[in-house]
C-alpha cells in the first residue's frame, strides 16, 4: 500500500530522493513581470531564447515559472547548480537529465496547464505526469468519441452533461500521465488501453498489451490540484511513499 497523505508542503533545504518516493511539486503560475528576472537567471540560454518568442507575457511568464521551479527542484534532487542542469530531449520528446547529472539516475517529468505546472521527480523509474484546468473551453464528448476506448466513451456519455467535463479530464490526464511515462511518443493510441473515468478515484491500473504478447501494467494516481485542476501521476514500480511539495 502506498503512502500518500496528500498534504502539500513546504519544500525542504535538502531532500533525498529515492527509489522508494516520488516527489511531487505544485506550482502556481502566476509570477508578476518583476520577479521574472530572478527566475531568468536559472534557465539556459535556450531557454531564455525560447521565453522571447511568446508574443503574450502571460504565457511567457508561465513558460520561465515552469522550467526555473523545475530546474531548482532538479538541483535539489541532484545537488547541481539549477543554471548548470542539462536537459536533452529524446526522439519521441520526453526530456531526460544529461551532462553531470545523466549517471544519477534521477528522472523527473512536468506538466503544466493555464495557471500550474506539477513536477515528478524520482529515482530508477520511467514516471509521467499531467495536469489539465477544468475551466477549459473544448467539447468534451467528441474528443472522448475520437480518442477514448468504448468502454470509456460509453461511460462518459451516459453521464448528466455537468459531470462530463471532471470525467473527461480524469480520464484525458491519467491516459496522457501513462504515455508520458512510456515516453515513446504515441505507440499505444489513447484508445489503446482502459483508464478510470470517475474523477473521486485516487488510484486506479492499467495494462498496456505490446506486439509481442507482453503485457505491462501501469498504476496511476489522481493528484490533490484543487477543485480547479485534475492531475494525474503515472508509475510502475510500487514506491513506498507519494510526497507532495510546493
Known sequence: ???????????????????????????????????????????????????????????????????????????????????????????????????KAHSSDVQFNVSHTDGL?????????????????????VQHTRLAENYFSAKEKNTIAALPSEQVPASFFACWTRKEAVLKAIGTGIVHGLDSFDVATEPQITHCQTELHSEDGSVDTWCVETLPCGAEFLGALAYQKQPVEIRYWY
Not at 537567471?41 to 523545475?70: D, P
Not at 539549477?82 to 519521441?92: D, H, P
Open 117 to 137: 505546472a506539477l513536477i515528478a521527480i524520482t529515482r530508477g523509474q520511467a514516471i509521467g505526469i499531467d495536469v489539465e484546468s477544468l475551466e477549459q473551453s
Open 1 to 99: 500500500m502506498v503512502k500518500n497523505s496528500s498534504a502539500w508542503l513546504t519544500t525542504p533545504a535538502s531532500l533525498e530522493i529515492s527509489s522508494m518516493t516520488i516527489d511531487v511539486w505544485r506550482c502556481p503560475l502566476d509570477l508578476a513581470a518583476d520577479q521574472s528576472d530572478k527566475f531568468n537567471k536559472c534557465l539556459s540560454e535556450q531557454e531564455r531564447h525560447r521565453a522571447k518568442q511568446f508574443r503574450f507575457g502571460g504565457k511567457r511568464y508561465q513558460f520561465v515559472t515552469t522550467r526555473a521551479r523545475l530546474r531548482q527542484c532538479l538541483s535539489l534532487a541532484t545537488g547541481i547548480r539549477a543554471s548548470e542542469i542539462e536537459i536533452e530531449v529524446s526522439a519521441s520528446g520526453k526530456p531526460f537529465l544529461a551532462g
